[in-house]
């Protein structure tokens, strides 16, 4: 009672010579894919809430531990600097040992970063605040490149967009999250043991939170489901383990051309995405000084609008398959959303900033899912957790280098000086997405093996 036939009619099962079964094996959907694929958003939710707890209310934490707002700036570019060294072994053990093991460390180390945190309720202790982020950071390294592996080995060929959009959903909410309840929960009040009971009680919700969802990986979380749920599927899961080798596969990957062009495009989006997110607090007080809470929710619009954008493009990449066409669109419009939330941001309105950057996310973060699945279909055969975290190396090292940019322009010459930067970038990743072309692996095998 725990499988569903998929809709496509899959042919009956049979095995190869030797037993081993080859892509015309029964192909049946779980049910508890749906578990997985949440249990998996609610984890990733808590890791992207701690990424930017500290940066939507960046000047209260500035007085708390008496620290420059760039030391505050670098708890989120942890986030970044800590998964550049850290991909490559971790896209290791996720083709060696799977799923589960990558599930249960990615929870766990995200549980223990949030209690080492507690440890940080006085002004002096900020070097005990920076271990629990890099904790939370290599967390994270276990959470990203997650999204359309599990897409790819849990759901059916007409529904893995909308899976990988839905997993990757779960990262969105945590930095919605992130930028609305901390200024909720965190007064800028004067009194510093005031301020360290209000620090204390979203420490503590957070790591209850955070052991509470480890114990459920532990408890729910399964390696695969017992059928493949799709036939590419089926045939990866049939290719004998010594056809495999990880540095090959990285070095076919980075000779793939189009490959190539998609992870530079990739990392510039995502890089200005997050260096706005990280700087967001900064932008919106500098032209609205005391509006902390208002500079969340304008954060928490970003969010919101990109996770519908997300959603809708996933489900039109499942209806259509147009890849290529959807991401160039979303790209330009990004720009667009950019350049007008660009020349905004200083007119002394608020509602219209809240519109400009609701558009800007709509476009900007619907963009991120959109990008794992078109470097699925352009890498297939090879794993997806390895594509996926090529592309999030280059937008963490965009990411770096973009937020140290754009903060010490903002510091130098304004807030509309650093956007333009972010601008200039992503007309630059427009042209480079101009020239990617469609060559969609996945879903020829998928129709191969249905003529088969």
């Avoid at 949440?38 to 940066?55: D, R, V």
């Avoid at 902390?292 to 969010?303: D, Q, S």
């Avoid at 519109?355 to 470097?375: D, H, K, N, Q, S």
Wanted: glycine fraction near 8%.
């Amino acid at each position: 009672g725990m499988v569903l036939q998929e809709p496509a009619g899959a042919p009956s099962r049979s095995t190869a010579a030797g037993g081993v079964a080859d892509a015309t094996a029964e192909v049946q959907l779980s049910r508890l894919r749906w578990a997985v694929l949440l249990l998996f958003s609610s984890y990733s939710l808590c890791n992207a809430f701690q990424w930017i707890q500290y940066g939507s209310i960046n000047n209260v934490f500035v007085r708390f531990y008496n620290v420059s707002a760039f030391a505050i700036d670098w708890l989120s570019m942890s986030y970044m600097l800590v998964y550049i060294p850290m991909l490559f072994p971790v896209a290791w053990l996720l083709d060696k040992r799977g799923l589960r093991l990558i599930a249960l460390a990615g929870s766990a180390l995200n549980a223990m970063g949030a209690w080492v945190k507690l440890g940080s309720l006085k002004p002096h202790l900020f070097p005990v605040t920076v271990l629990g982020q890099v904790i939370c950071a290599l967390s994270q390294v276990f959470i990203l490149g997650m999204p359309s592996r599990i897409a790819s080995v849990w759901f059916g060929s007409h529904e893995v967009s909308t899976a990988c959009s839905l997993a990757v959903f779960g990262n969105q909410l945590g930095i919605a999250a992130g930028f609305l309840v901390p200024p909720v929960l965190i007064p800028n009040v004067e009194d510093v043991e005031k301020l360290a009971y209000h620090i204390s009680i979203m420490f503590f919700m957070t790591a209850g939170v955070a052991s509470a969802l480890f114990i459920l990986v532990i408890i729910v979380f399964k390696e695969k489901p017992l059928h493949p749920p799709s036939r590419a599927q089926a045939s990866i899961q049939s290719r004998p383990t010594a056809e495999y080798s990880y540095v090959q596969s990285i070095l076919r990957l980075l000779r793939n051309a189009n490959f190539l062009l998609l992870m530079v495009s990739y990392g510039l989006n995502v890089g200005c995405f997050y260096a706005l997110s990280t700087l967001l607090n900064r932008m919106v007080i500098h032209h609205y000084p005391g509006e902390e809470v208002n500079a969340g929710r304008i954060g928490l619009t970003i969010i919101l609008s990109g996770m519908a954008g997300a959603l809708i493009s996933g489900i039109w990449l499942d209806k259509t398959k147009t890849y290529k066409q959807t991401t160039l669109v979303l790209y330009i419009m990004s720009l667009v959303g950019m350049i007008v939330y660009t020349f905004t941001l200083s007119l002394g309105h608020l509602w219209v900033v809240f519109v400009t950057a609701g558009c800007l996310g709509f476009f900007m973060t619907g963009y991120l899912p959109l990008g794992f699945e078109f470097a699925a279909e352009l890498t297939y055969p090879e794993s997806e957790g390895t594509s996926s975290g090529l592309l999030n190396v280059t937008a963490q090292i965009f990411g770096i280098a973009f937020t140290i940019g754009q903060g010490q322009i903002m510091d130098h010459f304004g807030t509309k000086a650093g956007n333009l930067l972010l601008c200039s970038f992503l007309f630059l990743g427009t042209v480079m997405t101009a020239f990617i072309k469609a060559d969609l692996r996945r879903q020829q095998a998928n129709l191969e093996n249905e003529q088969t």
